[in-house]
């Protein structure tokens, strides 16, 4: 007898969605680019218990019709791409078409949606569809609420960490969003506190907002980057102050924070504050790399990290000649 089995469906489903769902913080990443994805301009995060228990997001977006919403839960349904080539002309965050999917699979999704001409509450649990049915909203939008994560995986469930925990990894996530998209406004919600509420407004003031700390900083701009960075006189003993976007897309690369850290010279021991967008036309940037994975391959990454070193050099000459933006806080 073969030692080799084909995987029973159910097992194979499990194990796609738990690729694309690492625990609270992915559902609220997935959820809120999808927001973005809409056009959203407000958008509102709301936990319970760490987002265990618990997750809402709320945009005012272009919504979805009942056809859409029935699709939207469906495994590799978008409607972002038609072809692979698209992903090489993509300015959307989305484009799998697995999210959705991948959410409701391991926990029980309430979505109701407002286009602008109908109204609909779709119920799905463990990736089955419950209910669809009309559902009068005043505003256009769509609401995507995830109840009990991974209550049908208790092995994954196993592994979420405490509620504190779980929260602190969420809020990382909205700070990115929140500099990364300083004209939409944010709420986000935990157990019933406020942890930001912030109107739309300028990369400035997101940039005081998530580290009201630095007292010296000044804009960038460079020929593929821009952003604001600290002097060197700001700074902390990790990189949790570095923070980098790829077409508005949050990256995790060694290699830009070290030319970032190069622009400031070589005698520096600690680690300035940066947030810094490289934007360059999708076809020079692979988009199609692991959605939880944050990385990004540059079809010429010396012109990128060339860039960012002249830049910043530029920008430190500004602090000699005191040339700076000084917080008023
Ligand atoms: P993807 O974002 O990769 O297309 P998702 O599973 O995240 O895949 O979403 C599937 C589809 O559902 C999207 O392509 C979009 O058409 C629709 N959708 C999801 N979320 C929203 C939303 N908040 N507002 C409007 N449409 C949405
Ligand atoms: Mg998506």
Request: aromatic share 10%; no cysteine; hydrophobic share 40%.
């Amino acid at each position: 007898m073969a030692k080799i089995k084909k995987l029973d469906k159910n097992v194979i489903s499990k194990i796609a969605a738990g690729e694309v769902v690492a625990g609270p913080f992915s559902v609220v990443k997935e959820l809120v680019e999808n927001a973005l994805d809409a056009d959203a301009k407000k958008i509102e995060v709301e936990l319970q218990n760490g987002g265990k228990s618990y997750i809402k997001v709320k945009d005012n977006g272009e919504g979805m019709s009942k056809d859409d919403l029935l699709l939207s839960v469906e495994e590799h349904t978008t409607s972002k791409i038609k072809d692979f080539e698209d992903i090489y002309t993509l300015y959307s965050f989305g484009f799998r078409g697995e999210a959705l999917s991948s959410i409701s699979k391991v926990s029980r999704v309430v979505i109701t949606s407002n286009n602008g001409k109908e109204s609909h509450r779709l119920e799905v649990i463990g990736g089955k569809i419950k209910k669809i049915e009309e559902f009068p909203t005043i505003e256009r939008g769509t609401t995507v609420e995830v109840l009990d994560l991974f209550f049908n995986v208790p092995a994954r469930r196993k592994f979420l960490k405490s509620a504190a925990v779980e929260k602190r990894r969420v809020i990382e996530f909205v700070e990115k969003f929140l500099l990364s998209n300083p004209e939409v406004s944010f709420t986000l919600k935990s157990d019933g506190d406020v942890l930001y509420n912030a109107e739309s407004s300028s990369l400035e003031e997101r940039f005081k907002l998530i580290f009201p700390e630095v007292r010296e900083f000044t804009n960038i701009n460079g020929k593929f980057v821009n952003g604001i960075i600290s002097s060197p006189n700001y700074y902390r003993k990790n990189r949790t102050g570095q923070i980098f976007f790829v077409q508005k897309r949050y990256v995790v690369d060694k290699m830009l924070y070290y030319v970032f850290e190069n622009g400031y010279g070589e005698s520096l021991v600690n680690h300035p504050y940066g947030v810094l967008f490289i934007d360059l036309p999708p076809k020079y940037v692979d988009v199609n790399v692991h959605p939880q994975k944050l990385e990004v391959k540059f079809s010429d990454p010396n012109a990128i990290y060339s860039d960012i070193i002249r830049t910043v050099r530029n920008a430190l000459k500004k602090f000699i000649s005191k040339k700076i933006f000084v917080s008023d806080k």
